[in-house]
């Protein structure tokens, strides 16, 4: 009689966690969902883009940085920063060399670097005439 108890339990124990996996791999999904849906800043920052490079391993993100020059001789402050869009990297490449103000979102507590490294995600450009 214990042999046949044993072998419903197993199916049980099988169930519950299969039911915690499943529960874990949802939380996480949604999780990684609102945190690249609400962003917890917006803004603008003007300078010159001196690098942008599609990188990574599996998840070929576009990462840039920025120069941000306050006033001529000054030390520039760097800005690094993330693109999603491929139509906006092409328009950042487009105006490579010129003074441009990027439009970006700053997403916290993104769980992975396969959205982006940085937690600023360009989402517009705009050139300086």
Not at 15 to 32: E, K, M, S
Not at 43 to 58: A, C, D, H, I, P
Not at 117 to 126: A, L, M, N, Q, R
């Amino acid at each position: 009689m214990d042999v046949g108890s044993k072998k419903s339990v197993k199916p049980r124990v099988i169930l519950w966690v299969v039911g915690i996996l499943l529960v874990l791999v949802v939380g996480f999904i949604i999780y990684t969902w609102i945190t690249l849906s609400w962003s917890f800043s917006k803004g603008e920052r003007t300078g010159y883009v001196q690098k942008l490079s599609k990188t990574g391993w599996v998840c070929k993100t576009w990462e840039g940085e920025m120069a941000m020059v306050t006033m001529p001789g000054a030390i520039p402050d760097k800005f690094l920063f993330s693109v999603r869009d491929d139509k906006v990297a092409a328009l950042i490449n487009k105006y490579a060399g010129k003074r441009v103000t990027l439009v970006y979102e700053h997403h916290k507590g993104v769980p992975t670097s396969c959205f982006g490294i940085t937690e600023y995600f360009i989402v517009d450009v705009k050139a300086i005439e």
